[in-house]
T-cell receptor, first 113, second 112 residues
Framework: GAVVSQHPSRVICKSGTSVKIECRSLDFQATTMFWYRQFPKQSLMLMAT?????????EQGVEKDKFLINHASLTLSTLTVTSAHPEDSSFYIC?????????FGPGTRLTVT | QKEVEQDPGPLSVPEGAIVSLNCTYS??????FMWYRQYSRKGPELLMY????GNKEDGRFTAQVDKSSKYISLFIRDSQPSDSATYLCAMSPTSGTYKYIFGTGTRLKVLA
């Protein structure tokens, strides 16, 4: 139980384009999901908290107009990286809150060329 | 100073060894402590969670929390090559926000 999926697992895009990453809770409903970014050999850094039916809460230093989050249903949250640049290349991981614990997706590796 | 400090390793041990992984923290408000295992290019998987001080055991894994020293540990007994992964500690205060602060992770290699 408590399985979270992400799609795509890997994406390569050109600088200036936008990329959408999906995070789904497969066997439970999640009113709250989280988006993290992880650079090589660094810790997971929380980007934003996504709540179903309301606006996401962004951490300090994260540009909300660049990282658009939509939590349209109890099983799906999406992260759109707009006008991506090479410095946005990273491993993006989502988690969903269930039973007081966060369950993580497998991550999406974004490479911006 | 980071809120959570964790030695990045790598830590190499022979199969069957007892492994000790540690994190220190500075925020006395942290009440919930988690250990995650992350295989290469995969998402973190919850191993253990504890509330406040004390020990918790689950199979080959034991989590310890010493709030007076702001120090937490994860012990792995009879380590196996399949335990080779990065181990992340995470902490959260009791505010109910579920915001976790993660350590940088310790990379563990168990040699067959």
């Amino acid at each position: 139980g408590a399985v979270v999926s992400q799609h795509p697992s890997r994406v390569i895009c050109k600088s200036g384009t936008s990329v959408k990453i999906e995070c789904r809770s497969l066997d439970f409903q999640a009113t709250t999901m989280f988006w993290y970014r992880q650079f090589p050999k660094q810790s997971l850094m929380l980007m934003a908290t996504s709540n179903e039916g309301s606006k996401a809460t962004y951490e300090q230093g994260v540009e909300k107009d660049k990282f658009l989050i939509n939590h349209a249903s109890l099983t799906l949250s999406t992260l759109t990286v707009t006008s991506a640049h090479p410095e946005d290349s990273s491993f993006y991981i989502c988690s969903a809150l269930f039973g007081g614990q966060q369950y993580f997706g497998p991550g999406t590796r974004l490479t911006v060329t | 100073q980071k809120e959570v400090e964790q030695d990045p390793g790598p830590l190499s041990v022979p199969e069957g060894a007892i492994v000790s992984l540690n994190c220190t923290y500075s925020n006395s408000a942290f009440q919930y402590f988690m250990w995650y295992r992350q295989y290469s290019r995969k998402g973190p998987e919850l191993l253990m969670y504890t509330y406040s001080s004390g020990n918790k055991e689950d199979g080959r894994f034991t989590a310890q929390v010493d709030k007076s020293s702001k120090y937490i540990s994860l012990f792995i007994r009879d380590s196996q090559p399949s335990d080779s992964a990065t181990y992340l500690c995470a902490m959260s205060p009791t505010s109910g926000t579920y915001k976790y602060i993660f350590g940088t992770g310790t990379r563990l290699k168990v040699l067959a």
